[in-house]
């Protein structure tokens, strides 16, 4: 039997937020150490019948990125209902949502911009 591991590593300040996040994986196709801004995992808790997460993300993670992370993660969802359980019901209110709360960050960057001009 294979194995495979995935590792996540995550330096914090003294008052325990997240600095710096590190991973690698056994499959990882980079050598060495990643960094990233941000990481959500989800697991099922098959005995309770929940989902158990955890969502960490860098001090310097800009609200934007954060935003868009989770847009992206949600479109990640949309795909995996669709060819998980064959719901393209679900799998279409999911995109149709990304892609509304996408239109609303992208104009909230665009406020920004104009403001900050």
Same mark, same amino acid.
């Given at each position: 039997m294979r194995q495979s591991e995935i590792n996540f590593?995550? *330096?914090l300040d003294n008052d325990n937020v997240p600095d710096k996040i590190? #991973? &690698?994986a056994t499959d @990882?196709? @980079?050598e060495g150490l990643n &960094?990233? %801004?941000g990481v959500s995992i989800a697991v099922w808790d098959h005995y309770h019948h929940n989902t158990l997460k955890i969502d960490? #993300?860098? %001090? &310097?993670? *800009?609200?934007g990125d954060m935003k868009?992370?989770?847009?992206e993660i949600m479109g990640g969802i949309a795909s995996t209902v669709r060819t998980a359980t064959n719901d393209a019901a679900m799998a279409d209110d999911i995109d149709n949502?990304?892609?509304?709360l996408s239109k609303r960050v992208e104009a909230e960057f665009r406020? *920004? @911009?104009q403001a900050g001009k």
């Amino acid at each position: 039997m294979r194995q495979s591991e995935i590792n996540f590593t995550v *330096e914090l300040d003294n008052d325990n937020v997240p600095d710096k996040i590190y #991973w &690698d994986a056994t499959d @990882n196709p @980079n050598e060495g150490l990643n &960094d990233t %801004k941000g990481v959500s995992i989800a697991v099922w808790d098959h005995y309770h019948h929940n989902t158990l997460k955890i969502d960490l #993300w860098t %001090k &310097d993670m *800009e609200v934007g990125d954060m935003k868009r992370f989770m847009i992206e993660i949600m479109g990640g969802i949309a795909s995996t209902v669709r060819t998980a359980t064959n719901d393209a019901a679900m799998a279409d209110d999911i995109d149709n949502l990304c892609r509304t709360l996408s239109k609303r960050v992208e104009a909230e960057f665009r406020a *920004e @911009n104009q403001a900050g001009k």
